[in-house]
DNA sequence: ATGGAACCTTAAGCTGACTTAAGGTCAACA
DNA sequence: TGTTGACCTTAAGTCAGCTTAAGGTTCCAT
């Protein structure tokens, strides 16, 4: 852990292709954390361009920050994660995008049902049955519909 | 066209399940209109509970208020829509829904290049290449990511 | 040692999709 | 005819995920 190690957030953003806003934000999030030096600069771990190379990754599969930051929870505290660490909590994200893959199928096939009977009514067509949760990510904080 | 067609706003919100308030909003942003009583108060016509289910079913597949306005405006202006054009428009839908699936396949495919190698590194991976647009409409206005 | 780029903080602003509040009006039934 | 529940408007608030602005400090190459 010699100085080389600690990047300043500008080269982190670079890295990243996140914007240094974004990245104080995260870390004001408590997704990430720095050091500080003696004149208050942020100092990063190498390691951290891979901690937010999968926040960006877990944004496109529609997590939100506060799932990212539980999946990201279950990291090893203290060491720097290992290549093995990020293997494992990859493979949770793959879970995640299959049931949303899934829910999209079964979204299209019921749409399908509705197309057939051209009904398109909540009462009659099976698309809005609340088991199906928050449906694919929608947009903006709605979350749950209902 | 008798008075039998026309519903309050209260009645739409029971027939749909959305808040009062929010098809207010609906009306508002131009997704829906409404005729006024004397009294100025909103009366809908009966085939707008099939409009507002045709915008609840595309918020689930994850789009945005405008691109269902944008959809909404491919409907037949003056008349009352017929089930044969509601399942043009969601023929449309579908196609939607293939794509986002699409998205995910695409992305779930290179995440598991990662985990082979484990790098989860955006320079190194491909995960990262921006002809992907905006993955999976992820939370909250971003959009497109870059 | 100095100048400018890169950094700092705090506060406010923005978008999307709404909700909530406040204060007032309408309609329909008993 | 009264009253009560459903309706009206306007303005402000909320949440997520940031960005922008303003004003100040640090780092580092020359």
Same sequence: chains 1, 2.
């Avoid at 600690?6 to 670079?14: F, H, P």
Wanted: glycine share 10%; hydrophobic share 35%.
């Amino acid at each position: 852990m010699t100085k080389d190690d600690l990047i300043a957030i500008g080269t982190l953003a670079r890295r990243t292709g996140l914007s240094v806003s974004a990245i104080r934000y995260y870390e004001q999030r408590g997704l990430i954390s720095a050091q500080r030096t003696e004149g208050n600069q942020r100092r990063f771990l190498r390691s951290d361009i891979r901690r937010i190379s999968f926040v960006l990754v877990a944004q496109r599969l529609g997590l939100a920050l506060a799932e990212i930051e539980a999946e990201l929870a279950k990291l090893p505290q203290g060491r720097t994660p290992s290549i093995l660490d990020w293997q494992k909590i990859s493979r949770s994200l793959r879970a995640a995008i299959d049931s949303k893959i899934q829910l999209l199928t079964r979204t299209k096939g019921k749409l399908e049902e509705c197309i057939g009977c051209g009904c398109l009514s909540l009462q009659k067509c099976q698309l809005y049955n609340r088991d199906d949760g928050a449906g694919a990510a929608g947009p903006g904080p709605r979350y749950i519909l209902g």
